[in-house]
């Protein structure tokens, strides 16, 4: 298995095989720079440059993943994702588009794909969309794992940027990942406002600490709802994680 040079921990396909990805664009400079990156990932990528090129592309690899531009010389990339789907149906689909009209965004999503980043993007982003998707789809697995934080059965992969408690994945905003990864790193310890508003915001709110009780109130919505309750209030002092006593 080809070793990653990315610096990222290894992922692989649960057979320990690298993992496979097609790409198709019909732009041969994006469709070779992306491959290179994925490559760098030490996965295995073909590419394609029209609908009909990429199905039988599909056909020959059957790909974990497919990165796939909307647009194409001979069709669509729905039409592309249907026979995709019919080749292999579990795929993942990361759809390429210099489109990002809300409409287009619900066409993708309909027709079947898992997930779209719209042109420019970085090329760490597709990297990133792509890694996660694989994971939650359980289409590869982590050789090497990265740094996780653990609190009962609330499970925070930093490296991945993933929050799961209970089995459940829980989709958190930039803050509140931040929010939750500093209450994950001083499990049963009382952290006042001012402490969490330095650490996560990195400035004095002066007057604004209700920003605090706001971003406390979102996470618990996420991270406790309909469970017993992880994120505890002390009055006059702070907030406070607490695995759930068993």
Request: charged share 30%; net charge negative.
């Amino acid at each position: 298995m080809n070793t990653p040079r990315s610096g990222r921990p290894a992922l692989a396909r649960p057979d320990g095989t690298p993992v496979r990805v097609l790409v198709v664009d019909d732009d041969p400079d994006l469709a070779e720079v992306l491959s290179g990156v994925l490559r760098y990932e030490g996965w295995e990528v073909r590419t394609a440059g029209d609908g009909a090129a990429a199905v039988a592309e599909a056909r020959d690899l059957m790909p974990d993943a497919v990165v796939l531009d909307v647009m194409l010389p001979d069709t669509d990339g729905f039409a592309v994702l249907r026979e995709l789907h019919a080749v292999k149906p579990d795929v993942c689909v990361l759809f390429l588009t210099a489109r990002d009209a809300v409409e287009d965004r619900i066409a993708g999503i309909t027709a079947g794909g898992d997930d779209y980043v719209t042109k420019p993007f970085s090329l760490e982003e597709v990297v990133a969309r792509l890694r996660g998707l694989l994971r939650r789809a359980g289409m590869a697995r982590q050789l090497e794992e990265g740094p996780r934080l653990t609190v009962g059965d609330l499970v925070m992969d930093e490296e991945a940027r993933e929050v799961i408690r209970a089995g459940e994945l829980i989709e958190l905003s930039p803050t509140e990942f931040e929010l939750l990864r500093f209450l994950m790193r001083n499990p049963r310890r009382v952290l006042s406002k001012a402490q969490i508003l330095d650490r996560v915001w990195s400035y004095d709110f002066g007057g604004q600490a209700h920003v605090v009780e706001l971003y406390i109130s979102y996470l618990r919505k996420k991270v406790d709802a309909g469970r017993e309750p992880m994120i505890h209030t002390v009055r006059g002092a702070g907030y406070v994680l607490k695995p759930v006593a068993r």
